[in-house]
């Protein structure tokens, strides 16, 4: 299997303070992947790195052999990968079909004229992008909610409305960003069938951060571990659980 992202020597800076140091990773292609650490250690500053929202102070980032350090959010999005966050972050005005219709902006294919004159080119892409999103809700049985405020909804359905948002990107890798934080007992475990089954059904690279052991344990196959922007380890599961220096810097002791 080819590594579908890799990253080399990746450090960065904010000002004076040194938030990564010398990170490196490969995902496979068709992986679930995980990376771990104590808060504050560097994992979302890494996704941001990735997705474009920082540009690495050193090193480099390639997406399918294509380095995209510089590349903009939108363009590394029309790259294929999509994102969800550690904090929600719907448009809580607008309703969950049109947070899965804004997803497509990038592939809209018309222009302001196109808008303005409304266009058959306009029409056509307007009425393809909501059939998709109808289509992509009923896959995750959101239908029901489709016209309804995310504000209005349950965290966990909010989480998955945000998931289905990311897919609508038609992504060949998903990143989540502690997709279980704040949900129930009851709701974690209905996430890791959820995980799960996307992964299979779209045929994706996953690479998730998350602090549910349960999640990243079950799910994962290769594991990195990072702590005040150093990587400490890398491996599987068994590897990972049985690791002094993972245990003493995250896990402790009987933690999993």
Known sequence: MSAYLEIKSLTHRFGGLQALTDINLKLEKGSISGLIGPNGAGKTTVFNLVSGFYNPSEGDIFVAGKRINGMKPHEIAAMKIGRTFQNIRLWSEMTVLD?????????LGYGAADVFFHTRRYKEREAA???SAAELLDVFKLSEVAEEYPKNLPYGIQRRVEIARALSLQP???MLDEPAAGLSTSDVADLIEYIRWIHQKFSLTIWMIEHQMEVI??????IKVIDFGHEIAQGAPDEIRSNPVVIKAYLGDGTI
């Open 129 to 131: 992008i909501s059939k």
């Open 99 to 107: 947070n899965i219709r804004i997803a497509q902006h990038y592939q």
């Open 217 to 222: 344990m079950t799910l994962c196959k290769d």
């Open 172 to 174: 060949d890798l998903l």
